[in-house]
C-alpha cells in the first residue's frame, strides 16, 4: 500500500508511473477511483478481488481528502481499516491527495502511516528535477539554466522537452545548448491566473503577448474566450459560495470540480469584488456571442478586447 501526497499532480503521477514501470503492470490492470464521489467499501470490494488476469493489479484512490485536516473520516472507513491487517497480496493500493499535507494525529493515518509507504511528493527546485532527470545524459551546467530561461518551469513541460532531447540524442547522449536551441521554442508562462490578472490589472502588453503565444499554438480564439470564462465563472462561483458558510469540498462537490482548484480560486479571487469578477464575465459571454453572430472577426476580437478594458 501506498500514499502520496502533494500539491503538483505531475510529481504524484510520476511515482504512480514508477511502480507501474517496476512491478511490469499494464494499464488493464490499473483501476482508478475518485473518493469524492465513491465510497471506501467500492475500493476494499475490488482491491480484495483477483484479477481476471491472474496478474498484479493497482489500484489508485484518488483525492483522498480523508487523510487530511480537509477531509471528514468516511462512515466505511472500518473497511479500510481491517484491509490494512489483511491486504491482497496481489493487489497494489495507491491513495493519493493533492494537499501540502496529511494529518497526522488521525488514527487512520498513522495506521497507514505503520503499514504502508508514505512519500510526500514534494516539488525540489528545477535545476535538481533536471539534473536527476537526465538517467545516463550529459547536460552541463549551463545547458540546464538554458533549458530553464527558454522552458520555464513548469515540471510536466520540461519533462516532456527533455524526453524529447534525449530521444534526438539517442546515441550521443550528449545534450548541448545547440540541441535546446534546436529543439524548444521559447515559453511565455500560461498561467490561467496570470493572464488573468493580466488582463483585470490593465497589463496589456503582458496580456497582448501571451495571447499572441497562445495563437502561435494554433489555439482558436473561442478556446480562449471559453478558458478565461469559466476560470472567472469558477473564481465568481466560489467565492460567492464561500461567503454563504460553504466549505472548498462542499464547493467542489456543487461546481462538480477538484477541490484543489476550488482551493486555487480562491486563493485568486479574493483580490477581485465579486462584481469585478461579474462585469468580466458578461464581456467575454458577449465577446463570444458577437463572433459567434458576425459581428466582429474573431482574429481579432481578443485583441480589442484586451486593449479596450
Known amino acids: 500500500m501506498y500514499i502520496f501526497y502533494g500539491t503538483d499532480l505531475f510529481l504524484v503521477q510520476k511515482e504512480i508511473n514508477k511502480i507501474k514501470e517496476k512491478e511490469k503492470i499494464d494499464d488493464l490492470n490499473i483501476i482508478s477511483y475518485d473518493l469524492s464521489v465513491c465510497n471506501i467499501k467500492d475500493i476494499i470490494e475490488d482491491a480484495n478481488t483477483y484479477s481476471l488476469f491472474g496478474t498484479t493489479k493497482i489500484i489508485i484512490a484518488e483525492n483522498a481528502l ?3 485536516g480537509k477531509g471528514s473520516i468516511p462512515d466505511d472507513i472500518s473497511l479500510l481499516e481491517e484491509y490494512i491487517h489483511n491486504p491482497n497480496k496481489s493487489t497494489i493500493l495507491i491513495f493519493t491527495v493533492l494537499e501540502e499535507k496529511l494529518d497526522e494525529r488521525k488514527k487512520i493515518v498513522k ?4 503499514n504502508s509507504i508514505i512519500k510526500e511528493c514534494k516539488k525540489e527546485d528545477v535545476f535538481s528535477f ?4 537526465l538517467d545516463d545524459y ?6 540546464v539554466r538554458l ?3 527558454r522552458v520555464g518551469n513548469d515540471f510536466k513541460l520540461i519533462s516532456n522537452e527533455l524526453e524529447k532531447l534525449k530521444l534526438y540524442k539517442l546515441d550521443e547522449k550528449k545534450i548541448t545548448e545547440e540541441d535546446v536551441i534546436k529543439l524548444t521554442s521559447k515559453n511565455i508562462s500560461l498561467d490561467i491566473f496570470e493572464f488573468i490578472d493580466d488582463i483585470l490589472y490593465k497589463r496589456k502588453e503582458k496580456a497582448l503577448e501571451t495571447l499572441k503565444e497562445l495563437l502561435k ?12 470564462a469559466g476560470q472567472i465563472r469558477i473564481m465568481y462561483e466560489s467565492k460567492e459560495l464561500r461567503s454563504r458558510g460553504y466549505t472548498e469540498n462542499d464547493i467542489a462537490k ?14 485568486k479571487g479574493y483580490k477581485y469584488s465579486s462584481s469585478t469578477l461579474l462585469y468580466y464575465l ?12 458576425g459581428n466582429i472577426n474573431k482574429d481579432f476580437a481578443l485583441e480589442l478586447f484586451i486593449l479596450g478594458v
Not at 130 to 133: D, F, L, R, Y
Not at 282 to 293: A, G, N, S
Open 130 to 133: 533536471i539534473k536527476s532527470s
Open 217 to 228: 499554438r494554433n489555439t482558436e480564439p473561442i478556446a480562449v474566450i471559453v478558458m478565461l
Open 66 to 68: 480523508f487523510l487530511t
Open 111 to 114: 495506521s497507514l502511516k505503520t
Open 147 to 149: 533549458l530553464i530561461d
Open 254 to 267: 456543487l461546481l462538480e470540480i477538484h477541490p484543489f482548484r476550488v482551493k486555487k480560486a480562491l486563493e
Open 138 to 143: 550529459i547536460m552541463d551546467d549551463k545547458t
Open 282 to 293: 458578461e464581456q467575454l459571454e458577449k465577446l463570444d456571442v458577437d463572433i459567434k453572430r
